[in-house]
Nanobody, 122 residues
């Protein structure tokens, strides 16, 4: 059974940075994509970024380009999201997910973590 566990969330001041991690167990992802999504209070879950299994192809939501950086360490079966210059509007629960196809849309994800809360204070 696939298990995805996020970590690294917390309270951060605006302008700061943090790195989220997503550790996968139960399966070695050698195909498909893994990605980050977030859900702010009162809003729908949205796509943040995704990376293919090799780590060579990265995809970002247009609004996330420039401050968000996704990466993965295949040896550790772990994915990361580096977020810089945090803003209060980045406050959300951040979820990692994995899909068996190259489609990184929310509906295409097959596995989800439980999320980690990021709170950005102004």
């Amino acid at each position: 059974q696939v298990r995805l566990v996020e970590s690294g969330g917390g309270l951060v001041q605006a302008g700061g940075s943090l790195r989220l991690s997503c550790a996968a167990s139960g399966r070695i992802f050698s195909s498909g994509v893994t990605g980050w999504f977030r859900q702010a209070p009162g809003k729908e879950r949205e796509f943040v970024a995704a990376v293919d299994w090799s780590g060579a192809k990265r995809y970002y939501a247009d609004s996330m380009k420039g401050r968000f950086f996704i990466s993965r360490d295949s040896a550790k079966n772990t994915m990361y999201l580096q977020v810089n210059r945090l803003k209060p509007e980045d406050t959300a629960v951040y979820y990692c997910a994995a899909g068996d196809s190259s489609d990184y849309r929310i509906g295409a994800m097959d596995y989800w973590g439980k999320g980690t809360l990021v709170t950005v204070s102004s």
